[in-house]
């Protein structure tokens, strides 16, 4: 098994803590990890992108050409990598602020409306997991219950009060993709 | 078990590497894309449990002679930075190597030259692994392409740096530091004693009693006795490259095209080589993983039915003047690097590999 990941998105959208979630959950299964992100000004506002591989095996390059899945979260991200994808494999894009959709017919495209779902939960912090639980249902890379040990281990001790909320987002998160 | 394998940068494995090493004294000046390391120490407040001073110096020069003057009394002493910081530590080290003194320090390099950028870069090879200072001396220059290699690294420069009392420099590049990975941290170790200091050290300035003084310093006026010391220094760097050359070599064996890479550039490699196989191509990879001493000799060996040799660096060419030596240019050797912060990715390394050698 062997999953190489972009997330992409604006700065401040959680998308580095969301691939900091994802390589602890392949963590938690004892598998082989890399988390390498944009670390340029970019985070600071602009797009922010983070690669993530999970495999079974020793991982040579930590820089990729081409993505077994993408997950883009603006219209930027969208346009740099849905060419990047490979053939057969997986696009999950956020619809909110999204005007010209993805064309590709050789992979398998997901739409999730997760902005619009951070409206009826009224927390817009819930973003990132509602976006990760849609990806491990597309993608069931990693289980469940891996993630929410991930999720313990990456936030502090001093934020664990908000885990329950998060599980929820995550859970809510799986429902917004139907396969 | 679970509990000992974590997920982090290399920076912050640096950090907790030297927590747990016993390390005595950090000296540093924060700078992208290494401040974790320091970040790291400050959170950890290590003085509270180990006594280890972490101190954020005025500027890179005062980091250096702090460490110096710790490395002086025999204490394990750091300090790190990135490119254009390093650059303002070379007369220090200089004067580190001159006095015969362990020191651990660390370049996280960055796109240069001057103040570059923040991206990873490899182009202070030469810096390195050449003396970056005045003077003829030389640094054991590590070069780590895993987060895990970051945490060993620090134990074995340590090491080496007491056993040949001279400095070791930890070469790493922007993609080591920032990018996370599993790592098991090594057991805790105390620190060293007094007692255990001044037995292991006897050469350190730590309060004469009951003995001669100990005198640390780099000059010495009369010409002849300075020659004698340059002497010294050389048959020592002799020992080092007869007994701590470390490399890595993947289907080295009988391969038709050798890819020599290092740090992380030699992960990008790697793929490139996988890549190559599968359509066939008999490509090896060497990773020079100590930059000084140069594996040479492993580099002609790789090389003996080899038709070509790529070096790929980030940086003008800065490595393949040590291959040519090594193969002494009886192999068609040649570079590929990009500069400034950018990096290749592994498709491009292929088709750079096709293009040379195989048409």
Known sequence: ?179 | MESDIRLMKGNEALAHAMIRYGADGYFGYPITPQSEVLETLEAEMPWESTGMVVLQAESEVAAVNMVYAGAGAGKAVCTSSSSPGMSLMQEGISFIAAAELPALLINCMRGGPGLGTIQPSQADYFQATKGGGHGDYRLITLAPSSVQEMCDFVALGWDLAFKYRTPAMILADGTVGQMMEKVILPEPRRRRTEEELREQCPWAVTGKKNRKRNIITSLELNAPAMEVINNNLQAKYKRIEENEVRCEALNTEDCEYLIVAFGSMARICEKAMELARKQGLNVGLLRPITLWPFPAKAIEQAARKAKGILVVELSAGQMIEDVKLAVNCQVDTRHYGRMGGMIPTPDEILGVLKEMFVK
Do not use: C
């Open chain 1, 1 to 179: 098994m062997k999953e190489e990941i972009i997330i992409a998105g604006f700065g401040g959208q959680g998308v580095l803590s969301m691939g900091k979630i994802l390589a602890y959950s392949g963590l938690m299964e004892d598998k082989e990890v890399t988390w390498l992100p944009s670390y340029g000004p970019e985070q600071r506002g602009g797009t922010a992108n983070v690669t993530v591989i999970i495999s079974d095996e020793r991982i040579s390059s930590p820089i990729l050409d081409t993505y077994d899945v993408a997950v883009v979260l603006n219209q930027q991200s969208l346009d740099k990598f849905e060419s990047k994808v490979k053939p057969g494999g997986t696009l999950i894009y956020d619809s909110y602020g999204i005007n010209r959709v993805p064309a590709r017919t050789d992979i398998v495209v997901h739409r999730v409306d997760a902005m619009d779902a951070t409206f009826e939960m009224q927390n817009a912090k819930a973003f990132n997991m509602l976006v990760l639980g849609a990806l491990i249902k597309a993608k069931p890379m990693v289980a469940v219950e891996s993630v929410i040990k991930g999720l313990k281990r990456t936030l502090p001790e001093r934020h664990h009060n908000m885990l329950p909320m998060n599980e929820e987002a995550l859970r809510k998160g799986m429902e917004l993709i139907q396969l």
